[in-house]
């Protein structure tokens, strides 16, 4: 039973590599000497291209880190690190609680929602892809900081001879972040995980998670930035001991302490995550996400306009049940019918384009 999830959730993910290798021509099925050398020169050309345009932005960086913390740039790019981690998580942990972070399409729903699989281990198989596709970003963001680091210590254009210390400094930021990110990433899974346990669906969770995550990140980042709030000197040493980790990263010296924090924070993570999937309900799953499953599906395979059919119909309600029909007279029924239609049909590129409008509106001449 367990070889054929593993086996299903390989196809699935070697489809979507498929997809990505595709854009650059390569087929992965192929074992000819021509296309695996083929393979190289992308590997070879899209590193240098990569290490290069980090290199370039990491310019900007110098001057965030100067502008944010004057002469203590590591600091900086810890509060950075922080800031960054706290935005990607609260936006995907509000994410996971509005629907289940397992996305199940609907041959998953035949195949594995009416087993007797271990949700478990189901969860932990299906939890890898999601989290490397989230990771790069924070990735590479951790690095541009890490290069930023090197730039401001070396000063200087980016010699042959410095590439070495630009990749030690943003490779040591990379390992410290990566265990972190992956913790978080479980814990927000887990919170979509408990939400949907067995018959019940608890939507009592939003409050409790996100105002705690609100409180813990406003704390940490009042600790790291030294600010005259109150807050006493146990909680400081408590928060900057949480954030050591992400010290260790910019600065020099040993990284094992750190690392083995940072995997002990991820595998405890994964752990709860595995105990709380037990009773996790993939029906409920399936029926949340097939169909997002399926709009990503057609847009990646350029049906773009049937997506977007399956999206307004989301956006107006099709497909579902009204719960609410107010019965108002005369003219609220028209006013209630407007701002019904107004806000299923809005989104946000027509906001972005009107503020644009408003802003150029002063620059228009008639």
């Not at 000197?233 to 408590?238: A, G, N």
């Not at 600065?251 to 037990?278: D, E, K, N, T, W």
Request: charged share 15%; hydrophobic share 55%; glycine share 6%.
């Amino acid at each position: 039973m367990l070889k054929a999830l593993h086996w299903l959730r390989s196809r699935q993910e070697e489809r979507e590599l498929a997809y990505w290798f595709a854009l650059v021509f390569y087929d992965h099925r192929d074992r000819s000497f021509n296309n695996r050398a083929y393979f190289f020169y992308l590997v070879l050309f899209f590193a240098v291209w990569f290490f290069m345009l980090l290199i370039f932005i990491a310019s900007g960086g110098v001057q965030l880190l100067e502008m944010l913390v004057p002469g203590q740039p590591q600091r900086a790019a810890v509060i950075c690190t922080v800031v960054l981690l706290a935005l990607w998580f609260i936006v995907s942990l509000r994410t996971s609680l509005k629907r289940s972070p397992l996305m199940l399409s609907e041959e998953d729903a035949y195949l594995l929602c009416q087993t007797p699989l271990p949700r478990g281990l189901l969860v932990l198989r299906w939890v890898w892809m999601p989290w490397f596709k989230n990771a790069i970003p924070v990735w590479l963001a951790t690095i541009v900081l890490g290069f930023s680091l090197a730039e401001i210590f070396l000063p200087g254009d980016a010699a042959v001879d410095n590439l070495p210390v630009y990749l030690g400094y943003g490779l040591r930021a990379w390992v410290c972040v990566l265990p972190i990110h992956l913790g978080l990433f479980a814990f927000q899974w887990l919170a979509g995980i408990l939400r949907l346990q067995k018959n019940t669906i608890r939507r009592w969770l939003h409050l409790p998670f996100l105002g705690g995550v609100l409180v813990f990140f406003y704390l940490l980042l009042t600790s790291l930035m030294e600010t005259t709030l109150p807050l006493s000197q146990i909680l400081r040493s408590i928060f900057n001991t949480l954030a050591f980790p992400l010290h260790s990263g910019f600065r020099q010296g040993s990284l094992l302490s750190p690392v083995i924090i940072g995997l002990v924070f991820a595998l405890s993570m994964l752990a709860l995550l595995y105990l709380a999937a037990r009773d996790f309900n993939l029906t409920r799953a399936a029926q949340e996400t097939q169909t997002l499953n399926l709009v990503q599906d057609l847009q990646r395979y350029g049906f773009t306009d049937s997506a977007k059919q399956i999206q307004q119909q989301q956006r107006l309600g099709a497909g579902r049940k009204t719960v609410r029909l107010p019965a108002y007279p005369g003219p609220a029924a028209l006013l209630w019918k407007d701002i019904l239609q107004s806000r299923r049909s809005l989104r946000l590129p027509d906001i972005i384009n009107c503020l644009a409008l408003y802003w150029l509106l002063p620059f228009c001449r008639i």
